[in-house]
């Protein structure tokens, strides 16, 4: 069965760190792999996705079939990135969505 | 341009009464879904449709119903709440498929069964 697995509830960083967001997956095919995220007070929105191989935010995530993988990277954490952060995997025409990893930048 | 907007942003019930959820888009998205958000869980998928017409159930639907009304309108439905239900419901549209399209969330309605 497709799963994703986030086994931080809570990452804690201070600004100026280096950040990383695990996310696991299991999925028996080419997986396609985003991270969502939803700041305060404002929806959860799309902020990347493994297809485009983009950086967004400062933000980037590689897609490593061998460990079934899609951590979510970013060299130096801003306050500002502060927000629950998800990691999703399409399953046909549905995301099946991770428990969430909720990232505190400490001033 | 509003994009999702859902209605009510709160609601309380007491175990047995039923309320609908609306859910509207004006992005003339071909699909949309309702996930709940619970602590510890994640977003879990209850109901979607993948076009006018269609609906699915996802990963959690009993205790649920939903209709599509029209391509920009997607109600969820609670029969008869019970205090499981209590949640955080969000309603999404995509243009198309998960795969390529993202999701557009609205700002969702905490619900709470007593």
């Known amino acids: 069965a497709q799963r994703v697995t986030q086994p931080e509830k809570l990452l804690s960083v201070f600004k100026g760190a280096p950040v990383e967001l695990k996310c696991n997956y299991s999925?028996?095919?080419?997986?396609?792999l985003f991270w969502y995220v939803q700041y305060s007070r404002q929806r959860l929105q799309l902020l990347l996705r493994?297809?485009s191989r983009e950086s967004i935010k400062g933000f980037t995530a590689d897609l490593n079939k061998g460990e079934t993988s899609f951590h979510l990277k970013k060299p130096f954490a801003q306050e500002e990135d502060s927000a629950m952060y998800y990691c999703a995997l399409t399953k046909g025409n549905k995301l099946v969505f991770g428990a969430g990893t909720i990232l505190r930048v400490k001033s | 341009n509003a994009g999702v907007t859902q209605t009510p942003k709160f609601q309380v019930l007491k175990t047995g009464q039923s309320m609908t959820l609306q859910c509207a888009q004006d992005m003339n998205h071909n699909s949309m879904y309702w996930y709940r958000q619970d602590p510890g869980m994640g977003l879990r998928l209850i109901y979607y449709?993948?076009?006018?017409?269609?609906?699915d159930k996802g990963e959690v639907p009993n205790g649920y119903n939903v209709s599509r009304l029209n391509k920009r309108e997607f109600s969820l439905r609670l029969e008869s709440a019970a205090p499981s239900q209590t949640s955080v419901y969000f309603c999404?549209?995509?243009?198309?498929?998960?795969?390529?399209?993202?999701?557009?969330f609205g700002n969702g309605t905490r619900l709470t069964v007593t």
């Open positions: 999404a549209s995509s243009e198309g498929g998960t795969g390529l399209s993202p999701l557009h």
């Open positions: 449709s993948a076009s006018e017409g269609t609906t």
């Open positions: 999925y028996s095919g080419s997986p396609e």
């Open positions: 493994h297809i």
